[in-house]
C-alpha cells in the first residue's frame, strides 16, 4: 500500500503501520457508525497515514471539518472530533456540542487530541461546561510521520519560531517523544552527537526518559548507528537561499504541501482532446511526489538544469520500449510485451507530467527577475560587498516586490555579513516600514530576536573564516553529473550537511575552531546497549545516520544528503527527520506577525 | 506590548495614545530606532487623517509609500513632495513612485521634463 516507504535502508513502513494499528484501536473504541470532525491542518499529515478506505472499515461514514457553529446533520451514533489541543479549538468545539445536545441527544462524543492531550484544554472544556459529554478523551500520538523512504517530518509548523522566538519548548518534548518511539521500534541508537542549544535539550530529554524506563531493556537490534541532532539556527543561511534543485524548485514555486503539489492547469488540459475544450480544469492540478514514481525518484534531487537531459533520455527509453512491439513474433514475445504496457503506459504519463512541470519552471529560471536574485543571493554567499546597501535590493523595495522576498535576500546579507552595519541595518528597516507599512515592526523584531536580521555587534566578521574551513563555495560545481554537495544550489554547499559529512570522516574535531564560531554547544553522548545487541558488521556494510533538524529542513539539504548516501565512499547512509519541511518562504512567513485587524 | 495592541484599537484617538505608550517604552528600553519609526507612525498617521478630513482621499492605514502613490495618482503633488521632504525618502525610490505614477497617467510631457 505504501511501498515506497520500504524500499529505503530501513524500513519505515513498520512505523507507518503502528500508528496505524494505533488508530484502529481507538476507532474500535467507540462502536457503531461514526462521523469524523476535522481539525483542518490534520487532514494533511493523516493522510499519509491513513486513507479513507480504512477509516471505512471502520464505520466512519461521515467527514467533516471543524468549524464554528452548528454540526451538519448526520445519522450516525458518534461524533469524534480529531484536533491539536489548541484552546481556541476547544471553544468550537464546545459550541458544536452545544447546538448538537438542543436537537437531540442520542449521540455520543468523544475527542481524539493530536498529538498530545492537554489538560489546559481539558480545563477550557470543563469551564465551556462540555467536558462531560466526552465518553472518551484519548490522545492519538503521531510526532514523526513517514514522508518518503528516507525521510520523516512533524510537520509542526511553528517549531522554530516556539524555540527560538517564544522560547516554548513544546516541540522539543514532542521531539523527544518521537525519538523515543522510533528507538522502540527500530532500537536504541548508540551514540548521539548534537549542535545547538535546542539539541542539547532534545538529547537531555531522551536520556532522562531512558533512565524513566530504566527496567525495561529495549531487546530489538539497533538500525541506526548514529543520530545527528542539528539545530536550524546553527545554519540559518541555507534555507535562505533559493534552491536549485528540482524538488527544490517546485516547492519554491509551487509549494508542497504533505507530498502534494497544486499545479496551474493550463499546461495539462490539452492531454484530453477527447472531452472537447469547452471545459477546460480550473481546479489546479493535484500531484502526489515521492519516490514510488520511478521516475520523479530519479530526477528529483538533481539540479534543474540536469533535468531536461535526463527527462530527454528518458523519453527515448520509452520511444524504444514502445518501439519494440514490432519486433515482437512470437505469441510468448506479445504476451510478454502486453504485461509490460500499465507499466510502460504509467511511465509515459508520468514522463508527460514532468515534462510540463519542468517546462512551468524553466520559465521562470530563465526570467530576469529570477537570474538577478540569484546572482545577488551567490555574491552575498560569496563575500561580495555584504557590508554596504545592496542596490538590487534597494530596487526590488522601491518597485514594491514582495515583501517576503525582501526579507529572504536582507536576511541573507545581514548571516553573510555576521549582522549588518548599524547605518545599512537601520536604513533597511526604514525603507522596508515606509514601504510596506510600520506594522511590519514585529516581524523585524522577530527575524531580529531569531538572529536572522541583526546589528553587527564585534567588528569580526567570522562568515569567510567558516566559507573556507568547510568549504561551503565550491567554484566549479558539476551540475550535470555532481561529484559534491554543492551542486544543490549551483556552488553553495549547505552549512548543515557539510557539518553531517564532516562528522562522518574525519569527525568534528578536525573543526573545532569552526563550531566554536557557530551558536549553541556541541556535544556527544553515548546509550549502553544491552549485551549481544552489539551488531557485528560485515566488511564494507554501510553506517546509518539519523539526521534530525530541529527547526526545519528544505528540499535542497535533503537532496544533498541523498547525494551524500548514494557517494560509493562514503560509507554512510542517511535518514532524515525534521520538526518541518521548508523553503525560505514558508519559513519566514512563519516568523511574521499580521496584526489581524486594520483600522476600517 | 503596545505595539499589537494598537492594531486592535478601531478608534484613532485611542490608537494614537496607545502608540504614545509605545514610545515611551521603547525610550525606556533605549531601543532608539523602534521609538523613532513609531513616532513616524503618529505622524503618519495625523497626516493621514488630516488629508482625509478634507478632501476625503481615504488614505489611513495605508503605508507612507502607498500614501505617496495614492496622492500622485490624485494629483495631489504637492502634498506627496510634503511627505517625501518630512519623512527623509531616499531620492531613488521617490523618483521611481514618481516616474510610475506619471507614466500610468500618461502625462509625458511631464515625463520629458525629468
Known amino acids: 500500500m505504501a511501498a515506497h516507504l520500504s524500499y529505503g535502508r530501513v524500513n519505515l513502513n513498520i512505523l507507518r503501520e503502528a500508528a496505524r494499528k494505533e488508530l484502529r484501536e481507538f476507532l474500535d473504541k467507540c462502536a457503531g457508525s461514526k462521523a469524523i470532525v476535522w481539525d483542518e491542518y490534520l487532514t494533511g499529515p493523516f493522510g499519509l497515514i491513513a486513507q479513507y478506505s480504512l477509516l471505512k472499515e471502520h464505520e466512519v461514514e461521515k467527514m467533516f471539518t471543524l468549524k464554528s457553529g452548528r454540526l451538519p446533520s448526520a445519522d450516525v451514533k458518534n461524533i469524534i472530533f480529531f484536533v491539536r489541543p489548541r484552546l481556541e479549538l476547544m471553544d468550537i468545539i464546545a459550541e458544536n456540542v452545544f447546538s448538537e445536545d438542543k436537537m437531540h441527544s442520542a449521540r455520543d462524543f468523544h475527542i481524539l487530541f493530536v498529538p498530545r492531550r492537554s489538560m489546559l484544554c481539558e480545563q477550557r472544556l470543563k469551564e465551556q461546561g462540555v467536558l462531560a459529554s466526552f465518553i472518551n478523551i484519548d490522545e492519538y500520538i503521531l510526532d514523526l510521520i513517514p514522508y518518503d523512504g528516507d525521510l520523516l517530518s512533524m510537520e509542526y509548523e511553528s517549531a522554530f519560531r516556539e524555540c527560538y522566538l517564544e522560547n516554548d519548548q513544546t516541540s522539543l518534548y514532542h521531539t523527544a517523544k518521537g525519538l523515543m518511539t522510533l528507538q522502540a521500534l527500530y532500537g536504541t541508537i548508540p551514540q548521539i552527537y548534537g549542535k545547538g542549544e535546542c539539541a542539547r535539550h532534545v538529547a537531555n530529554m531522551m536520556l532522562r526518559m531512558k533512565r524513566e524506563f530504566a527496567g525495561i531493556q529495549n531487546q530489538i537490534l539497533p538500525v541506526f548507528d548514529t543520530l545527528l541532532l542539528l539545530d536550524r539556527n546553527v545554519d540559518l543561511l541555507t534555507p535562505l537561499a533559493t534552491q536549485l534543485t528540482y524538488e527544490g524548485l517546485i516547492d519554491e514555486i509551487y509549494g508542497i504541501t504533505n507530498g502534494y503539489v497544486k499545479l496551474p492547469p493550463e499546461k495539462f488540459a490539452q492531454k484530453k482532446q477527447g472531452e472537447g475544450s469547452k471545459d477546460l480544469p480550473t481546479e489546479p492540478k493535484k500531484l502526489q511526489l515521492n519516490s514510488a514514481e520511478e521516475l520523479y525518484a530519479e530526477i528529483r534531487d538533481k539540479n534543474f538544469n540536469a533535468v531536461g537531459a535526463a527527462l530527454s533520455k528518458k523519453a527515448k527509453i520509452i520511444s524504444a520500449a514502445f518501439e519494440e512491439r514490432h519486433n515482437a513474433k512470437t505469441v510468448g514475445e506479445i504476451k510478454q510485451f502486453v504485461s509490460q504496457l500499465p507499466h510502460m503506459q504509467a511511465a509515459r504519463s508520468s514522463l508527460a507530467n514532468h515534462t510540463s512541470i519542468a517546462e512551468l519552471i524553466k520559465d521562470i529560471t530563465t526570467s530576469e527577475a529570477f537570474f538577478d536574485n540569484l546572482t545577488v543571493e551567490q555574491e552575498f554567499m560569496t563575500g561580495v560587498d555584504t557590508d554596504k546597501v545592496n542596490t538590487y535590493i534597494e530596487d526590488c523595495i522601491a518597485q514594491k516586490d514582495p515583501l517576503i522576498k525582501i526579507l529572504r535576500l536582507v536576511c541573507m546579507q545581514s548571516v553573510c555579513n555576521n549582522g549588518l552595519k548599524q547605518k545599512v541595518f537601520d536604513y533597511y528597516k526604514r525603507e522596508i516600514l515606509q514601504t510596506y507599512g510600520y506594522e511590519h515592526m514585529l516581524t523585524l523584531n522577530n527575524l531580529e530576536k531569531g538572529g536572522l536580521l541583526k546589528p553587527q555587534s564585534s567588528s569580526r566578521n567570522n562568515y569567510p573564516t567558516i566559507r573556507k574551513t568547510l568549504k561551503l563555495w565550491m567554484e566549479d560545481a558539476n551540475e550535470q553529473n555532481p561529484n559534491d554537495i554543492s551542486y544543490v544550489y549551483s556552488g553553495y554547499a549547505p552549512l548543515s550537511i557539510r557539518l553531517t559529512q564532516v562528522l562522518a570522516r574525519p569527525g568534528w574535531r578536525s573543526i573545532e575552531e569552526v563550531l566554536k564560531m557557530l551558536p549553541g554547544p556541541h556535544f556527544e553522548e553515548r546509550q549502553q546497549l544491552p549485551a549481544g545487541l552489539h551488531k557485528k558488521r560485515q566488511q564494507g556494510e554501510n553506517r546509518t545516520t539519523l539526521v534530525f533538524f530541529l527547526g526545519g529542513v528544505s528540499y535542497a539539504e535533503i537532496a544533498a544528503l541523498r547525494f551524500l548516501s548514494q557517494m560509493e565512499d562514503s560509507g554512510m547512509e542517511y535518514i532524515i527527520a525534521t520538526t518541518k519541511l521548508l523553503n525560505g518562504t514558508t519559513w519566514i512567513k512563519s516568523l511574521m506577525d499580521r496584526p489581524e485587524s486594520q483600522t476600517p | ?114
Open chain 2, 1 to 114: 506590548y503596545y505595539v499589537t495592541a494598537s492594531y486592535r484599537e478601531k478608534r484613532l484617538d485611542s490608537r494614537l495614545s496607545v502608540l504614545q505608550s509605545a514610545v515611551d517604552e521603547y525610550n525606556k528600553a533605549k531601543n532608539e530606532f523602534s521609538a523613532k519609526a513609531t513616532e513616524e507612525e503618529m505622524r503618519l498617521l495625523r497626516f493621514q487623517r488630516k488629508l482625509d478630513d478634507e478632501k476625503g482621499a481615504g488614505l489611513l492605514g495605508l503605508s507612507l509609500q502607498a500614501t505617496m502613490e495614492a496622492l500622485l495618482a490624485s494629483g495631489l503633488n504637492k502634498q506627496a513632495e510634503q511627505l517625501y521632504r518630512d519623512f527623509r525618502v531616499p531620492d531613488k525610490r521617490y523618483w521611481w513612485l514618481k516616474l510610475k505614477s506619471l507614466a500610468e497617467k500618461e502625462e509625458w510631457e511631464e515625463l520629458e521634463k525629468f
